[in-house]
């Protein structure tokens, strides 16, 4: 059985590893700094925390995509190469938008990429990508191409916004199809803790006759935990009375094992054919200061295991957890 490395790249959370059909690994991640999109690519799994990162695009000097450059993926979908990314604006760091870039060629380490703009909604449906929008993914379902991002709305009477996870059918990479659909808002306690109502980072696995789709909830400290929705396979994925919701996360912290905010997870075949997941956590919980200003969410490779339903199973294995030597950023007072 492989041995996987902890962490397989410090300092780098949203971790999205993407296998080719060439069976070469993608890897992007949002970056400390949160001013570029830069991706890793390498035949195993474990080379990616030696491989060299190309940086493909960097933030603009001012107005639109000049702030905040989140939770960055990589995607081959309807032909064409895609990465998918949020960005705020400069000034107005809170507008928060996803956008795309597109290859131009057909080697995302070498050809150049270019800016596709911000994400359309479908014709006559005037609501996605007007507010606070982030955490972009896609996925292919018999033929058809689907689109999950998180999406605030609120009122200006309304103490915080609400983050929601929202579904429709895509058309072309960066154009919705169908009208926006809510897949799941923060009904429970462990969805609202920390101070913020939140369902966000959305990941999709098909298997087992399922789509399952993962989500991180809360806010980013200790208390960020991850949810499960289950449709069939079968099943109208645009209709939200086909998706299930767990009552209970799935994956939080684990103070015994020094997890502190699992989330924000991808999922991808390993080296071995088995399947696994990367998510990104800390090694302590005490945070001083903003949590945006602590980049020691590290990226880490979960082997999963599956319940008797297919549902995937996160349990960490003491023995493979910080397996390889790492560095944290110097923390004053943290971690003492």
């Known amino acids: 059985m492989a041995t996987y490395l902890s962490p397989l790249v410090p300092q780098r959370a949203d971790p999205y590893l993407y296998k080719h059909t060439d069976g070469k690994y993608y890897f992007t991640a949002t970056c400390p700094a949160y001013d570029r999109i830069e991706i890793r690519c390498a035949d195993t799994v474990n080379g990616i925390a030696t491989a060299k990162a190309r940086v493909v695009w960097t933030k603009h000097p001012f107005g639109a995509q000049a702030s905040h450059i989140w939770a960055p993926e990589i995607h081959y979908i309807m ?28 080697d995302p380490m070498k ?28 996925f292919e379902h018999r033929g058809r191409w689907y689109i999950i991002w998180a999406q605030k709305f609120g009122t200006d009477e309304a103490e915080k916004d609400i983050s929601n996870l929202y579904i429709a059918e895509l ?21 609202r803790d920390g101070g913020f109502w939140v369902n966000e980072g959305p990941a999709v696995l098909k298997r087992a006759g399922k789509i399952f789709v993962t ?16 449709a ?3 099943a109208d994925l645009i209709d939200p009375r086909s998706w299930q919701k767990e009552r209970y996360p799935v994956c939080k912290t684990q103070p015994s094992l020094k997890v502190y905010g699992p989330g924000h997870n991808s999922f991808v075949e390993g080296d ?18 903003d949590p945006l200003n602590d980049h020691n969410r590290h990226a880490h490779v979960l082997k999963l295991k599956f319940a008797e339903n297919g549902a995937p199973m ?8 910080y397996n390889t030597p790492y560095e944290n950023e110097k923390q004053k007072n943290i971690n003492s």
């Open 79 to 106: 032909g064409k190469w895609v990465i998918y990314y949020a960005a705020g604006a400069k000034p107005g760091k809170w507008k928060i938008r996803p956008y795309a870039l597109i290859l131009q060629g057909t």
């Open 111 to 138: 050809d150049e990429w270019v800016e596709a703009g911000m994400l359309q909604a479908a014709d006559g449906d005037p609501y996605p990508f007007t507010s606070f929008s982030l955490d972009t993914t896609v």
């Open 171 to 191: 058309a072309t990479p960066v154009k919705l199809k169908t009208f926006h659909v809510l897949l799941t808002t923060p009904d429970y306690d462990w969805e």
């Open 215 to 230: 989500f991180s909830a809360s806010a980013t400290g200790a208390c960020y935990c991850m949810g499960l929705l289950t």
């Open 232 to 234: 069939d396979e079968n």
């Open 272 to 289: 071995e054919g088995e399947m696994l997941t990367l998510m990104h956590f800390r090694d302590y919980e005490k945070i001083h200061g």
């Open 314 to 321: 996160f349990e960490f294995d003491p023995s493979e957890l």
